[in-house]
């Protein structure tokens, strides 16, 4: 079954303890991308990446990291989380980078709590 | 700056009438406008895409309209059902752009 899945799916943290969220699309696409989405604000993208250690920022990249070794995962890194990093996160991949018609296929969503 | 409007928060409809959803743009020359369906606590979900030279695009019960003058599309879902309930976002990319960026989305509730 063609998925994005992501984990893990909740997660309640202390500020400044490092974390990594990890994502994994089994499609063999090249276009990933992080977003996060608050109430009132929508999903604002965090980072994305258009092939295998290609990466860049979105709208809101601060306070977070990315990495992409391998096409399938595209894991989101807090070094130093803190409490307004409190959000629904999502992966999101679609097969090309250029591909900016084609559909965005999302992942499950991580919820994560920053104490 | 861009900006990307979904009229309503919330839109509350008898079962069976026709549910119309607004987007509205600013200051974008899009190239495609999609439209996704999340449920709570689920990520969205792809629904219809609609290029700039379309002006229509239907898939069941859903149709699609994208009006580049008016810097509009409206997404209609006809003859709804409560199973229909659920937010409903639209997303642009411009052109020459990889990026997809949503509007905040509108809240759709069908009642029996």
């Known amino acids: 079954e063609a998925q994005v899945t992501q984990n893990p799916r909740y997660l309640i943290t202390v500020t400044g303890k490092k974390l990594t969220v990890t994502c994994s699309q089994n499609m063999n696409h090249e276009y990933m991308s992080w977003y996060r989405q608050d109430p009132g604000l929508g999903l604002r993208q965090i980072y994305y990446?258009?092939?295998?250690?290609?990466?860049d920022k979105g709208d809101v990249p601060e306070g977070y990291k990315v990495s992409r070794k391998e096409k399938r995962n595209f894991p989101l890194i807090l070094e130093s989380p803190s409490p307004n990093q409190t959000s629904l996160y999502f992966c999101a991949s679609r097969v090309r980078a250029g591909g900016s018609q084609e559909t965005q296929y999302f992942g499950p969503g991580t919820r994560l709590l920053v104490l | 700056s861009q900006k990307i409007e979904q009229n309503s928060e919330a839109l509350n409809i008898q079962e069976g009438k026709t549910a119309t959803l607004t987007c509205n743009y600013t200051n974008y020359s899009p190239a495609y406008l999609q439209w996704y369906r999340q449920d709570p606590g689920r990520g969205p979900v792809f629904l219809l895409l609609?290029?700039?030279?379309?002006k229509e695009k239907r898939k069941e019960r859903l149709k699609v309209t994208f009006d580049t003058t008016l810097k509009q599309s409206l997404f209609h879902i006809t003859a709804s059902q409560p199973a229909d309930s659920a937010t409903y976002l639209c997303?642009?990319?411009?052109?020459?752009?990889?990026?997809?960026?949503f509007g905040k989305g509108t809240k759709l509730s069908v009642i029996p």
């Open positions: 997303a642009l990319t411009g052109a020459g752009s990889y990026q997809l960026t």
């Open positions: 609609i290029r700039e030279n379309e």
């Open positions: 990446s258009m092939n295998v250690e290609v990466t």
